[in-house]
Nanobody, 114 residues
Framework: QLVESGGGLVQPGGSLRLSCAAS??????????LAWHRQAPGKERELVAS???????EYPDSAKGRFTISRDNAASTVSLQMNNLKPEDTAVYYC????????WGRGTQVTVSS
């Protein structure tokens, strides 16, 4: 099970830190590729950050330089630091864990508005 937290309302230019807590993975958590996705109303779900088991990270152009993904295998968590937020970042943000299958959280709402 994955549970996201940290979403909310923030002004443009502000920051938020999302967290995703995993349970039931045990020591296997460190073997999962982890990622954050988002889905805005009327749009498809899109990847915003991923982190491999060796710590390698990838971001689409829309997130580069503003978002940072990190993982804590000991705590079974994955986080997304989001800086310089823009109104177009408004979406429900989901975490995903992948090891042969995908496990998804239920999402947390992020709203960027003045």
């Amino acid at each position: 099970q994955l549970v996201e937290s940290g979403g909310g309302l923030v002004q443009p230019g502000g920051s938020l830190r999302l967290s995703c807590a995993a349970s039931g993975f045990g020591n296997l958590f460190r073997a999962f590729t982890l990622a954050w996705h988002r889905q805005a109303p009327g749009k498809e779900r899109e990847l915003v950050a991923s982190i491999l088991t060796d710590g390698t990270t990838e971001y689409p152009d829309s997130a580069k330089g503003r978002f940072t993904i990190s993982r804590d295998n000991a705590a079974s968590t994955v986080s997304l630091q989001m800086n310089n937020l823009k109104p177009e970042d408004t979406a429900v943000y989901y975490c995903r864990a992948t090891l042969f299958i995908n496990v998804w959280g239920r999402g947390t709402q992020v709203t960027v508005s003045s």
